[in-house]
């Protein structure tokens, strides 16, 4: 394995107009003075700084968020969000942050609402990240959240980059493992504690969370954990002001922080307003870590196994399905989960999880996507 000489990732917390329904004219014109803007931003971070290798942007970063014409109307519209603010990855949009990463030769990691053919009647919330040749290398769909997840369509996914089921990517670069996680997913252990036990040794948490300003200091603590828990450097690359919005800048979200393999917050920025913020990250001394105390090593998966082995949040459920149907997924599917949260407290009490009894009640089916079992 090639030794990797420390290096500089540079977090944008950017400012940003955001996206809303207005024509095909308007569209192009704010996209293209947000990337203008980030352009902007990595030419300040690169030009004089060769040390800079990777550069991170927040969450809806070409679009910015959803906002619908109507600003009193708040409802999540899949149909929308399709028309207006989802491009597609890789894109003119996306070609704009190649032609920047050939330029100064970094890896670029960004996230915006996507639109794929293949699946015309859903949104996806992609994270993507772009190497030095100007390639798309990553492609990362957020699995918590309003948008379509893979495990709503985990039947039928491939993955348009590794052309296999592969909900959680990572990739092997000149800068290690690098791995993205949107938002939200960051709440959810089970996804960064799979790219731990992939090999991830940087997860970039791309976002516009305002979980980060949670009192008192829940999304901090919890990006803490993430990182010290799978021993990787995390990274929260949270959005700053929105321009020209409801969304002003003092309440943006902002606070990005990169934290190390131990959970210490090596550097933070203090404020929701624009910023670049500059950290180093050294590999090397990483794996040097992982080698002496890797937490993975300490994951006793078959205690865990049976009680993953039964359904709360139904599969599939946008299989087939109308462009309306994404907008109550949520609303529909709520009552069957908490209901399965109920059946299954009651037969983790009930039966013993490890009897063939047990294995027959819970009625669980091999799948094409599960990995080979050893027995």
Request: aromatic letters at 10%; a positive charge.
């Amino acid at each position: 394995m090639a030794i990797i000489k420390p290096y500089t990732i540079a977090v944008m917390q950017a400012s940003k107009i955001q996206i809303r329904s207005g024509g095909m004219a308007k569209f192009k014109k704010n996209v293209k003075t947000n990337l203008n803007h980030y352009c902007a931003l990595i030419d300040g971070a690169c030009r004089n700084n060769s040390s800079v290798k990777l550069v991170t942007f927040g969450e809806f970063t070409i679009t910015g968020q959803y906002a619908p014409a109507d600003l009193d109307d708040h409802e999540f519209n899949n149909k929308e969000i399709l028309e207006n603010t989802a491009i597609r990855i890789p894109g003119p949009e996306t070609d704009v942050f190649a032609s920047k990463a050939e330029q100064y030769g970094i890896y670029i990691a960004a996230a915006n609402f996507e639109y794929d053919p293949d699946w015309p009647n859903i949104h996806f919330n992609t994270a993507f990240i772009i190497s030095p040749e100007g390639e798309i290398i990553l492609k990362y769909r957020k699995l918590m959240g309003q948008a379509a997840s893979v495990h709503d369509i985990m039947d039928k996914y491939v993955n348009p980059l590794t052309k296999k089921y592969d909900p959680f990517p990572v990739v092997d670069t000149r800068i290690g493992r690098l791995a993205c996680i949107v938002c939200t997913d960051m709440y959810t252990p089970e996804l960064t504690r799979i790219y731990g036990m992939k090999g991830a040794e940087v997860i970039l948490r791309l976002t516009a969370g305002w979980g980060m300003l949670r009192a008192p200091g829940v999304g901090r603590a919890v990006a803490i954990a993430r990182a010290s828990d799978n021993g990787v450097y995390f990274v929260v690359s949270n959005w700053g002001p929105y321009l020209g919005t409801q969304y002003a800048a003092a309440t943006s979200a902002g606070h990005s922080c990169v934290i190390n393999y131990e959970g210490r917050v090596i550097e933070e920025a203090l404020t929701t307003n624009e910023i670049v913020l500059k950290a180093q990250v050294d590999i090397e001394a990483l794996r040097d870590y992982k080698r002496r105390r890797d937490p993975i090593r300490l994951i006793r998966t078959e205690l865990y196994l049976p009680y993953y082995r039964r359904t709360i949040f139904p599969p599939n459920t946008l299989l087939g399905t109308s462009v309306e149907k994404l907008d109550s997924r949520e609303r529909d599917t709520r009552p069957v989960a908490m209901e399965n949260v109920k059946k299954n407290q009651d037969f983790y009490n009930e039966y013993d999880v490890m009897t063939s009894q047990a294995k027959a009640k819970n009625n669980f089916r091999q799948r094409k996507y599960e990995m080979p079992r050893d027995d």
